[in-house]
């Protein structure tokens, strides 16, 4: 009798490892922030230290019995994280205002090798309010059963890849702009 017992607690124990392993979790800021490339070419020079992020929206909360999203939290601290590790913040003052509204996260529903796209539409402007960028820009990432075998876990990075690539796909069209 209290073999069968042991048996059942462990079935139930395991069972409860299984269950909690299941749950989705948000995306982490961390995982999202897109580090300097010295090989990237140079900002223009006015961008230096002169950004601040006003708005992030769009974001989800993250339901553990659901899917991973990315919520305006984690999104705001990727992107003004980036922003500072790039030299563009303007921890000063800011000449330049940005905008970021994650309008789209579409995500599979399972398979071994989990692609996400983002849509964002992001908004740069300067002084006095003129509008120096309004883009919406399509990013993607594929998270595959080598990242991680749990599928739950490769939603999230294939989430937290799609945002790293749309920010460093919105530092791309920064490196362009002629902000005089």
């Known amino acids: ?70 919520d305006d939290r984690a999104f705001r601290t990727a992107f003004e994280t ?33 692609r996400v796209s983002a849509l964002v539409n992001y908004r740069l402007e300067g002084a006095g309010g003129a509008l120096l960028l309004r883009e919406t820009l399509g990013s993607a990432h594929t998270a595959t059963f080598s990242d991680s075998p749990i599928a739950i876990v490769r939603l999230r990075l294939a989430n937290e890849g799609a945002i790293r690539q749309s920010i460093t796909d919105f530092f791309e069209r920064l490196r362009e702009l002629k902000p005089y």
């Open 1 to 70: 009798m209290f073999q069968r017992l042991g048996a059942v607690l462990r079935a139930a124990a395991l069972l409860a490892v299984a269950g909690l392993a299941a749950c989705a979790t948000p995306a982490e800021p961390n995982a999202m922030i897109v580090g300097r490339d010295p090989a990237a070419r140079a900002f223009p020079a006015p961008f230096n230290d002169a950004i601040c992020v006003r708005t992030v929206t769009g974001g989800q909360e993250t339901n553990p019995l659901l899917m991973s999203q990315v």
């Open 82 to 114: 980036s922003l500072r590790e790039n030299g563009l913040y303007g921890f000063g003052g800011c000449s330049y205002q940005a905008d970021a509204n994650l309008l789209s996260l579409q995500q599979p529903m399972f398979g071994l090798d989990l």
